[in-house]
Each structure stands twice: as C-alpha cells, then as structure tokens.
C-alpha cells in the first residue's frame, strides 16, 4: 500500500512569487491534514478535510493560504503572494474514518523563501 | 487550548542504553490520545506509539513504552537497548476527541543522538 505522498519534495522561490504544494493521502482515507513546521518552532495544524469539505481551517496563518481537495482525493496547498516567514517543512497526513487517531504522514515539502 | 511541552532540546545517550524522552501535556478534556513520532534526517514523521487517556495500561511496542502518569500529566517515551539507527528528532503530540478532527498538537521536540 502506497503511504502519503507530497509533492514537490523541495521548493525554493523568491518573495512575492506563487508556490502549490500537492499532497495525496493514502487511498480511501477520508481525513487529511496540513500542518506546517516553521524552523525551530513545534510543527503546527494548518488544516483539516473530511473528503473534499474542510472541516477545521482554524491554522491557516492568513488569507494568503489557500487549501483544496478535488474531489475528496489529492489536496493543494497554495501561497499566493509567499512571504519569507513562510519558509518551513509543511507535512501533509492522512487517516481513515475509523481509526481518526491514526494520522499517517508524508515526507513533507520544503518551502524556502528567499 | 492544549499543550505539549518537551524539555530536552537534545540527547546523547550510549548505544544499547535505555533511553527516556520527557513530554508533559496540557488540557482540560478528559478524552484525549498521546502520541510519539521519530523523524530521522530523511524527514518523513514515523508514528511510533499512541496511549489513550482511558488506557489503564502503558502502551508498548516493540522497544518502545510510553510511561503515562495521567495525574502527573506526563507521557515519557522509553527506548529500551538503543541502536545507532535511534538517532532523530522525536516529538510528542496529542490530540482530543472532537468529532472525528483528531488535529495533533505538538511538542517542539527532542533530537536524539546515539552514540557508539
């Protein structure tokens, strides 16, 4: 079974300039969450999906951070304009209806903004 | 609001000793799990143990326990015979029950070092 996947593995742009992160959760998992790790700071919930409906936005730092889920599978996540302070590992993990506690999580996507 | 909160930002510790990472938490809900993830310098988070807070008993797996002392509120993660292969960051992480969003709240970590 193929685990979570996130891609890019590593992404370096300048301030001002558009990144989309993609992440696809293990198969058949309904749950999927961003959570991002700024450097040197505890990694952080960003968001939650239940299929394609966001569930929990409550940790997305600003408007400038934009979440989907095409039909409840793979999810992007997309800076728009990004900032330096949004340099930082963002993970991506996924869990089955049943077993919500069981968050399996991918490789994350290095952002670096210069 | 919860809390985790991991005290050692770094660990060097002899090859084939037992090893404990210290993690207490914060909360006000009665349900809640505790978990524990390594992630080695490949980057990926490896889930390692999970303890409900109804759990009477110590969750273990394999090499690792997780010692819960709930009216103490810790979740100390124990490595028994470390390996060379244990070397990682290591965070502690909880969630609550809250219909089905299970979003983890994490500690800032402890980066592990094995030595030989």
């Known amino acids: 079974e193929a685990g979570v996947t996130q891609f890019p593995s590593h992404s370096v742009i300048e301030k001002g300039q558009t990144v989309t992160l993609r992440c696809d959760p293990i198969s058949g998992h309904d749950n999927l969450y961003w959570y991002r790790r700024v450097m040197g700071k505890e990694i952080k919930f960003l968001l939650h999906?239940?299929?394609?409906?966001?569930?929990?936005e409550s940790g997305m730092p600003n408007n400038r951070f934009l979440a989907e889920r095409t039909g409840g599978t793979y999810s992007t996540l997309k800076v728009q304009p990004a900032e330096l302070e949004d340099s930082g590992v963002y993970f991506c993990?996924?869990?089955?209806?049943?077993?919500?506690?069981?968050?399996?999580f991918g490789p994350g996507t290095r952002l670096t903004v210069t | 609001a919860q809390k985790i909160t991991q005290t050692q930002p770094g660990m060097f510790v002899q090859e084939k000793e037992a090893v404990t990472l210290d993690c207490t938490y914060d909360?006000?809900?009665?349900?809640?799990?505790l978990f524990w993830y390594k992630q080695p310098s490949s980057g990926e988070m490896i889930f390692l143990i999970y303890q409900g807070s109804y759990d009477e008993q110590n969750a273990t797996e394999g090499r690792y326990s997780l010692n819960f002392q709930k009216a103490r509120k810790s979740a100390n993660l124990v490595i028994s015979a470390s390996q060379l292969g244990d070397s990682a960051m290591y965070f502690c992480?909880?969630?609550?029950?809250?219909?089905?969003?299970?979003?983890?709240?994490f500690g800032t970590g402890t980066r592990l070092t094995i030595i030989p």
């Open positions: 993990a996924s869990s089955q209806s049943q077993r919500t506690y069981e968050q399996y």
């Open positions: 992480a909880m969630t609550v029950s809250n219909f089905g969003n299970e979003k983890l709240t």
């Open positions: 909360t006000s809900d009665q349900s809640y799990g």
């Open positions: 999906f239940v299929k394609e409906s966001k569930q929990d």
